[in-house]
């Protein structure tokens, strides 16, 4: 069952030098009790999609097309104030980079998950205080922490306590920001194993936003590779990962040492991500493509199937079946 | 907050408290003038200023004089004013609730005005609104209050004389309770629009600089993120979180609220401790500077003393230490 459908969604910055497209005609299916990665470079919009879903844009971010439709509501078309109250956090729960400062310094970190639920729902302050010392528990905090402030807590554990406060209204998808960004790989495995315990035991629906592939090989089903505000490869996270078609991709892959291979010199994609208030014409990835030629210039190529069942990729050099021309990046 | 923390922090404002007494000390017998020349008259003979000189024990050794000095001090004995010869003590004390009454009702204003309209304009930042509020407020806190005050004087003082243009009260004074409060407001409008109009700017601009700061911050964004409402957002999260700054400078700005009272008062002739303090200067009555001078060091470590101690209290983060 499709959880979250968006389509062809467009959400553009304006700003005075004009409009930055940060998340360009995107489309993608999340069904119900899977999780999704969506992977790329820093400047790629792949943040911007997270707020956009939650509708937390600055002011100058704007919706300009497409839709999201959550179960059978059209989530950019609901009024303010009941997208407020009735999704935002209640249905669409959002998981903050924690370890840096997504924890008011000034309030106990349990009042700031008991505040969740009581912006939702009909509980009293006892309820909420008593449910919010059980999620506490449920990421493995001892619940006599409830009145602790956040600096009182390990980044592990400030990290642990941000899931706790996003699952507080049984959201029906999550939206992990970057969750393990800033934590040392240790923690950063702990936490990553505390999101997928919890996903089995809740079936809940995420969605992994993350530069590091290898965080979203270790927790997603499905992956979308975005690059310049589009998504140019999609597919089961194995699929995708194992036999990546789209340059970009291939380019991401040998950019990760492996750690059982033998070792290989560390291949990165020459050039820098492109600037999002002019891209390149037809296919953005075209400038830094070792592959490119004159009709990915002019030609912008169409995310579609190619060879493996479910497995999109956006590229003229990959042929219908599923070849896939190989990319040797200088 | 633990007691070694207090005791702590009273200890160094004890210090410090004894280290300005000594300057207090130092300043006036360094300065030129025996203080016997200036309250007589150059014609007495020697042997009067012998007798005066014993009777204000400046015959005795400095160090006993020092040790004389810091036990007036402390027992608040500050003698008696060169020019009135009344009791120093007593001068301040009939003047205290004129100035507490200005300064007092100033401040709050100054305060209340300003964080309110800090946080109102923080939300509509760079709205057309906002810019004149923040243009109007960096104008007027620029201008120094004896020039509004005396804008403030010639305008609805003399050309449209609606408010009166010195005095704490009118003379002879009404009778009555109501009567009095109600004279007593009608002489403080003025005076007290001056220090507000002045005063208010910096406690706006130092809201709205830290609530726009606040509300760029992360936990914000996950406060909205929850689903809280606009209210909750702004006053919960990104207000709470820059009122431990704020109330810092509330108390250590008291002090700062005598320098206003010299000038305020000598603006609109009130009758108060900062003129008190003025025209001992100008009369060169040691002992009533003296005593101001400790009085005010004293309000200055107790403000400072209070900031730290409440500091602890609403900002979690400093408690403990």
């Not at chain 1, 950019?76 to 009735?86: D, H, I, L, T, Y």
Request: include cysteine; aromatic fraction near 8%; charged fraction near 20%.
């Amino acid at each position: 069952m499709a959880q979250l459908v968006v389509e062809n969604l467009k959400m553009y910055y304006h700003t005075r030098n004009g409009q930055v497209r940060a998340v360009d005609d995107i489309s993608f299916t999340l069904e119900a009790g899977r999780a999704l990665g969506v992977v790329g470079e820093s400047g790629c919009g792949k943040s911007s999609l997270g707020l956009t879903l939650l509708r937390l844009l600055p002011s100058n971010g704007r919706v300009v097309g497409g839709s999201v439709r959550l179960g059978s509501d059209e989530l950019m078309a609901m009024e303010e104030e009941a997208f407020r109250k009735g999704v935002r956090w209640k249905r669409l729960a959002m998981v903050f980079q924690g370890a840096m400062n997504a924890l008011n310094p000034v309030l106990t970190v349990g009042s700031q998950i008991a505040e969740a639920i009581l912006a939702h729902e009909k509980a009293t302050k006892e309820e909420a205080v008593e449910r919010a010392k059980k999620l506490l528990e449920m990421v493995g905090i001892n619940p006599a922490r409830y009145s602790h402030y956040p600096h009182e807590f390990s980044g592990g554990m400030k990290q642990r306590a941000v899931i706790a406060m996003a699952l507080a209204c049984n959201p029906e998808v999550v939206i992990a920001d970057e969750p393990t960004t800033a934590l040392d790989v240790m923690v950063q495995a702990q936490v990553l194993k505390a999101i997928s315990d919890l996903r089995q035991r809740l079936g809940l629906s995420m969605i992994l936003v993350s530069h590091d592939l290898s965080v979203v090989a270790q927790t997603c089903d499905d992956v979308a590779v975005m690059y310049a505000g589009k998504i140019v490869e999609y597919g089961p996270v194995e699929e995708v990962l194992v036999n990546p078609k789209h340059p970009y991709t291939q380019g991401l892959t040998q950019a990760f040492p492996d750690i059982r291979a033998e070792r290989a010199p560390i291949v990165s994609i020459p050039g820098t991500p492109p600037n999002l208030l002019s891209p390149p014409s037809g296919c953005r990835f075209h400038p830094r493509c070792p592959l490119a030629d004159a009709r990915c210039a002019a030609e912008e190529p169409v995310l579609e199937e190619k060879g493996a069942p479910g497995h999109r990729v956006a590229c003229h050099y990959v042929s219908k079946s599923g070849e896939v021309a190989e990319v040797k990046f200088a | 907050m633990t007691g070694a923390y207090f005791w702590r922090r009273v200890g160094y404002a004890l210090l410090t408290l004894f280290v300005i007494m000594t300057l207090n000390f130092v300043i006036f017998r360094v300065m030129p003038g025996d203080p016997v020349s200036l309250i007589l008259s150059p014609d007495f003979t020697p042997e009067v200023r012998q007798l005066l000189r014993e009777r204000y024990g400046l015959d005795k050794p400095l160090w006993t004089q020092y040790l004389l000095y810091l036990k007036s001090m402390i027992t608040f004995d500050f003698g008696r004013s060169f020019t009135t010869r009344q009791p120093v003590l007593g001068e301040l004390l009939a003047r205290l609730p004129n100035t507490l009454m200005l300064l007092g009702t100033s401040f709050v204003i100054n305060v209340v005005v300003g964080v309110v309209l800090g946080i109102a304009m923080a939300t509509r930042q760079g709205s057309r609104l906002e810019t004149g509020v923040t243009g109007v407020s960096l104008f007027l806190n620029a201008m120094p209050s004896f020039f509004i005050g005396l804008l403030l004087l010639l305008t609805f003082g003399y050309f449209w004389p609606i408010f009166p243009i010195r005095g704490t009260m009118s003379v002879p004074p009404p009778t009555g309770f109501w009567p009095t409060v109600i004279d007593r407001i009608y002489h403080l409008v003025l005076p007290v629009t001056a220090v507000s109009l002045s005063g208010y700017g910096s406690w706006y601009l130092y809201t709205r600089n830290n609530v726009v700061g606040a509300l760029g911050q992360d936990y914000v964004l996950t406060a909205r993120a929850k689903g809280l409402t606009k209210r909750e957002v702004l006053y919960r999260h990104a207000f709470r979180s820059v009122l431990p700054p704020i109330v810092t400078l509330i108390f250590l700005s008291l002090p700062g609220l005598i320098t206003g009272a010299v000038i305020t008062e000598s603006i609109f002739s009130l009758y108060g401790i900062g003129r008190y303090l003025i025209d001992a200067t100008l009369q060169q009555d040691y002992p009533v500077v003296q005593a101001s001078f400790f009085v005010i060091a004293l309000a200055v470590l107790i403000c400072n003393l209070l900031a730290d101690l409440v500091y602890g209290l609403v900002d979690p983060r400093i408690r403990l230490r």
